[in-house]
């Protein structure tokens, strides 16, 4: 595995792009930045208070707070005193190859898919842990941060696995999720990895069932009892993540960007990218696009490890 992290003239860390995963324990002692990045990031208070501010609004922070947040959703902290977290963050590329069975499990689908990008989460999941939860949860990725560069990979992702399966245990207690629930419908998963495959292609969802030999309103029925969307708007919110990777990782024209991802009506594009992050795709980039490649968390002083 290459190095996990890098550090920028402006003290800023990143998750490099041979990383499959990185876990550190940070503290906040003031307000830090409003940023955004390509990986999906968990974070999980440890200590401290503090005040999160994404997409989603803002809500005030306490040991045992926990947010998921997918790609591209920008966040920050508001408030801080002392605010300690450890971030966890998952390349994209993990969750789609070694990771994209996860999909199917209805506990971890729903933490590391379908419950961020649900119609009201703009993109974001949050819970609060119990004492108990928090402890194993920290536990795990303790043991996950003192991985150095040069681990291997499969003890990077069971490490991994370890702490988002308890994490999934919590936020299914949480919500009410029953212990029991069957796994993912297979033409669901079938339906997201063939949205996931081709995202720039003019999907109708006439279209979509017929690849998969089912008729529309039952791939609605399944498809929403799966990620809580129906397809076509799953499709609208993972163009969304693209092109905001797009918008900070190219200089190509937003006009590109909407037809590249699959938006040719700039207007509708607006609207959509707008619906998703809160910023017009203009104002995203300008507020955003210096920080490229993208921030994981500043390099403020580290706690030592309880």
């Not at 800023?12 to 409003?34: K, M, W």
């Not at 696009?289 to 500043?298: G, S, T």
């Amino acid at each position: 595995m290459t190095e996990p992290v890098e550090l920028s003239r402006a003290g800023l860390t990143y998750l490099t792009g041979g990383a499959p995963a990185y876990a550190g324990r940070y503290v906040h002692a003031r307000s830090h930045v409003a940023h955004t990045h390509s990986f999906l990031e968990i974070a999980v208070v440890v200590g401290g208070v503090g005040v999160h501010h994404s997409p989603a609004g803002r809500r005030d922070l306490r040991s045992g707070d926990v947010m998921v947040l997918r790609p591209g959703v920008w966040h920050g902290y508001e408030r801080c005193r002392d605010l300690a977290l450890y971030n966890c963050c998952v390349s994209t590329g993990l969750l789609q190859h070694e990771l994209s069975w996860t999909r199917e499990d209805p506990l971890l689908g729903h933490l590391l898919w379908t419950g961020p990008m649900s119609a009201q989460r703009r993109g974001t999941l949050s819970t609060t842990l119990d004492p108990a939860a928090l402890k194993e949860c920290t536990a795990q990725l303790r043991e996950l941060s003192r991985l150095g560069p040069a681990a291997d990979r499969g003890a990077v992702i069971g490490r991994l696995l370890l702490f988002t399966t308890r994490l999934a245990r919590a936020v299914a207690a949480a919500e009410g999720v029953p212990a029991g629930r069957p796994p993912t419908h297979p033409a669901a998963v079938r339906a997201m990895r063939l949205l996931e495959s081709r995202p720039a292609h003019a999907w109708t969802l006439a279209e979509l069932a017929g690849e998969l030999h089912i008729t529309p309103s039952h791939l609605v029925r399944v498809f929403k009892t799966a990620t809580g969307l129906p397809p076509m708007a799953y499709l609208s919110r993972l163009r969304a993540e693209i092109a905001a990777s797009l918008l900070l990782r190219t200089a190509q024209p937003i006009t590109q960007i909407s037809r590249s991802v699959g938006w040719p009506d700039q207007n509708y594009f607006a609207r959509r990218f707008k619906a998703h992050f809160g910023l017009t795709a203009t104002a995203y980039r300008q507020r955003f696009a210096e920080q490229a490649p993208f921030p994981l968390v500043p390099r403020e002083p580290v706690l030592p490890d309880a």
